[in-house]
Nanobody
């Protein structure tokens, strides 16, 4: 199916930037709608940003990150990115990549990476 590996997390001061990457194995990346989710301790996992399959012509962001985060994808590299600017302590969480195939035998299934920790210090 698809295997997802996130990278790019770390410790950063408030106001700083990080760029997360999610590399996908397999041949179905281009038909996946991709999303970045995050989960802080004691809280539910929430959608941060999403991008449509194919050319990624449409994106969507949580209100809390609009104007600060940008999601993009490179189908030639089977990779989706999350550029995070103006980071705040409340952005601290484990960030997960998600692939949801929009065609084929795995249509609608959820595929998750292992997560990468982002910690923003004040």
């Amino acid at each position: 199916q698809v295997h997802l590996v996130e990278s790019g997390g770390g410790l950063v001061q408030a106001g700083g930037s990080l760029r997360l990457s999610c590399a996908a194995s397999g041949s179905i990346f281009s038909i996946c709608a991709m999303g970045w989710y995050r989960q802080a301790p004691g809280k539910q996992r929430e959608l941060v940003a999403s991008i449509t399959s194919g050319s990624g012509s449409s994106t969507n962001y949580a209100d809390s990150v609009k104007g600060r985060f940008t999601i993009s994808r490179d189908n030639a590299k089977n990779t989706v990115y999350l550029q995070m600017n103006s980071l705040k302590p409340e952005d601290t969480a484990v960030y997960y990549c998600n692939c949801k195939p929009m065609a084929g035998p795995w249509y609608g299934s959820n595929n998750w990476g292992q997560g990468t920790q982002v910690t923003v210090s004040s």
